[in-house]
């Protein structure tokens, strides 16, 4: 789980650092203009690496319920090629968590706002999709936008993650991209605050800058320690 606020660089440091075959697919209409930054940014109009595959999986907010089925079919089936495509070796990122739950909502219950709606079918549903990608033994990296957080109706000036509920309970590592504005930090802006790692406890609320922590040494920190 990778969750950050907007330019932080939670798309970037997966798409850049994490072994391949690396499969993104693409729910969050930005998320295609980044990639097309950061090839921008290498001085080339291709993709950042070659053995990057790429597919995008459209949220038709102005759908009906008929239209977003038929969006998380379409999903299970790219999920499920990336899977074995990636299987012992590979990473599949999805982005952004947070539009693929609402589509899963909205092809259960429609535009349906009533919050006593039973969610077992949508529970069930995202916890195979992290269990599949255990079974497949890959890098699965789910990035997740930010919210305000309430608490009874009323704003606790806080940020959080917006994600299904389990999210946190489901995934190995919960990990947030930052983007440090702070003079001491120039050179070193982006970094990855480390908030829970079931393998390695002792990462957990350690902070350490992407230029300095690719995926591949964040995993040699949570497996070699």
Known sequence: NLFGEEKAGKTAWPLMTAPGP???????????RIINKIAQQMGRGELPRRDLHMHKTSVQR????????????????????ALRAAQGRGTVIIDTGTELYELRR??????????SRAYG?????????????????????VIHKMRDEYLNDKSTG?????????????????????YNA??????????????????????NGS????????????LSLTFDS
């Open 158 to 178: 806080k940020r959080e993650p917006a994600m299904w509920g389990d999210t946190a309970f489901q995934v190995q590592v919960n990990l947030e991209a930052v």
């Open 121 to 141: 079918p949508v529970n069930r549903d995202f916890k195979q999709l992290y269990k599949a990608a255990y079974d497949a033994e890959v890098n699965l990296v």
């Open 22 to 32: 690396l499969f993104h697919i693409i729910t969050d209409p930005n998320a295609e």
């Open 207 to 218: 902070v350490l800058p992407t230029d300095f922590c690719t995926f591949e040494q964040y």
């Open 182 to 203: 702070s003079p001491a930090w120039e050179g070193h802006r982006f970094m990855l605050r480390s908030h829970t790692n079931n393998q390695n406890m002792n990462l």
């Open 106 to 115: 909205l092809a259960e219950f429609g535009r349906d706002s009533n919050l």
């Open 62 to 81: 102005s759908g009906n319920k008929q239209t977003w089925e038929r969006e998380w079919t379409e999903f299970l089936a790219v999920y499920d090629e």
